[in-house]
């Protein structure tokens, strides 16, 4: 009967030693393996929407591809290095013992809010995407395209391209010359003598957009008129792109730099 009693004893002490240890060391160690779990799963998720915008723009800059303006690439880089800044680092693996589970946990579970740093990205990639395709716009673009952007601009009254009977220069289509060569003509000016045309009249009647292959041809350009220009008055002059945009000298300085600006704003718009 002793015997008996003291295996009940001994079950009794046995089931009361695995239920203490399951009480103060399995329980708290499943608890804690949960909430890291629970806090490892959520910040990885925000993690990955992160990467994924990170990437997404990263892919853009690696292209190669140049902007219109260099800013937006220059904005870009910046917020890249303010998201991998702000990115919560998640550990490896999760510890063994419960006390430093529960450590572990406390390091990650952080109120993480992405949402600024994700905004910050999206309108980084997407001023840069615009640029790019800005630049490439204003890269070698068409006779048509040129003739469509400068009807649009207020005060442009007529439009002519030249062709090889009439090219005042003799560039178009040679080595080193211009592709397209669209004069304008602009209201409010009189030029002095007779004109056949707009052609004829050259820049004087309003001003003339030159198209080139590449930049270094529109700088070469832009460089030999600047040359002559102590010879007679060739008027303003700006390279954009591979497009030299020139304005007649019949206008005043602020009306030059003002249309100036107003065809390169349409010559860029994305539509």
């Not at 690696?62 to 902007?67: I, W």
């Not at 430093?100 to 809010?113: F, K, L, Q």
């Amino acid at each position: 009967m002793k015997r008996v009693t003291k295996i009940i004893i001994l079950i009794a002490a046995v089931i009361a030693i695995i239920a203490l240890g399951y009480m103060f060391v399995v329980k708290p160690h499943n608890e804690a393996v949960k909430k890291y779990d629970d806090a490892y799963n959520c910040v990885y998720e925000k993690n990955k929407s992160l990467d994924a915008s990170i990437n997404e723009l990263q892919k853009i800059i690696d292209s190669g591809e140049q902007p219109f303006e260099e800013i937006y690439k220059t904005n870009a880089l910046e917020e890249l290095q303010t998201a991998e800044k702000t990115k919560v680092v998640l550990p490896e693996k999760m510890p063994w013992r419960t006390k430093d589970i529960i450590a572990a946990t406390e390091s990650i579970n952080v109120d993480v809010d992405y949402y600024d740093i994700l905004h910050g990205l999206r309108v980084a990639r997407v001023n840069l995407e615009n640029s790019i395709k800005q630049l490439k716009q204003v890269t070698n673009p068409n006779e048509k395209f040129i003739i469509e952007r400068l009807s649009r601009v207020e005060g442009v009254k007529g439009i002519e391209a030249v062709t090889e009977d009439n090219d005042p220069n003799g560039l178009l289509n040679k080595q080193g010359g211009y592709t397209a060569s669209i004069y304008f003509e602009y209201e409010g000016i009189e030029a002095d003598g007779d004109y056949i045309d707009i052609v004829d009249k050259g820049t004087d009647g309003g001003g003339c957009i030159e198209v080139y292959a590449n930049p270094q041809d529109a700088e070469k350009r832009a460089e030999y008129i600047n040359s002559v220009d102590i010879f007679y008055s060739a008027g303003s002059r700006d390279v954009v792109g591979t497009c030299l945009i020139r304005v007649s000298d019949y206008l005043t300085a602020s009306q030059q730099k003002d249309i100036e600006e107003r065809i390169v704003k349409e010559l860029i718009e994305l539509d």
